[in-house]
């Protein structure tokens, strides 16, 4: 039949349909007040390179995470934005990068237990209206509770015949101070966190430094560079 047409054999290939990626612009991180937490406050998000009539949305875009909660300037934020609606599933979403912000000081109350006899304490706060260290422990002056104040290099705030003497001046806070009060009281300090981490310069033989930290820390752990390095013996 000369009409005829021999068959021919088809290909068909199949293919992979791969999510659009979508991003996220004007997002910005807001500073925030010292509260203890890495809670970070996102603002100005909005998503961008989703087709036109697809029903895409952007959820969970006004928070972040501080990559510390410690006083600082241009510290990291991270995010953990999410897509919604129904054409959501055809879209890969990259959060937002370099979102940075800082945690301003607050002030805060840090209180000193101290018990009869000697103590060594340390401060975490930068306190309000002084930087010398006997206008910072005059509560315990005033009511006649404090004998005397030693720091590493022996100088003292201490009562002679009828008159404070000092020495030590202003108050370190890479250092730890030896202060001797007449009976159980405390010490209430108000202030601004110390921005942390810091340096705390250690001489040979035995130092007393401060722990400038509010919240408790493993001691092990802070001490662990001088463990590692073989410097720390007791």
Excluded: C
């Excluded at 006997?134 to 290099?153: A, Q, W």
């Amino acid at each position: 039949n000369s009409n005829y047409t021999a068959p021919v054999n088809y290909t068909v290939n199949t293919g992979v349909i791969t999510e659009k990626p979508v991003t996220v612009v004007n997002a910005v991180a807001e500073d925030k007040i010292y509260d203890g937490t890495a809670v970070a406050v996102i603002s100005g998000a909005e998503l961008t390179g989703v087709i036109s009539g697809d029903q895409v949305s952007l959820i969970n875009s006004e928070s972040g995470l501080f990559a510390s909660s410690e006083v600082g300037t241009d510290i990291s934020v991270t995010t953990t934005m999410q897509l919604s609606g129904v054409d959501a599933f055809n879209y890969i979403l990259t959060q937002p990068q370099d979102l940075k912000a800082d945690i301003l000081p607050s002030t805060q109350t840090q209180n000193l237990v101290l018990t009869k006899g000697w103590n060594i304490i340390s401060f975490g706060l930068n306190p309000d209206g002084t930087t010398k260290l006997i206008d910072v422990l005059r509560p315990l002056i005033d009511s006649g509770k404090l004998l005397k104040v030693m720091d590493e290099k022996g100088m003292t705030i201490e009562n002679l015949g009828g008159e404070w003497y000092e020495s030590i001046g202003d108050l370190l806070f890479t250092e730890g101070y030896q202060v001797k009060v007449s009976e159980n009281t405390s010490l209430e300090v108000e202030g601004t966190p110390i921005e942390l981490p810091i340096t705390i310069d250690l001489v040979q033989g035995w130092n007393i430094v401060s722990f400038p930290a509010l919240s408790s820390q493993n001691a092990l752990e802070v001490l662990e560079q001088l463990i590692d390095d073989e410097y720390l013996l007791k």
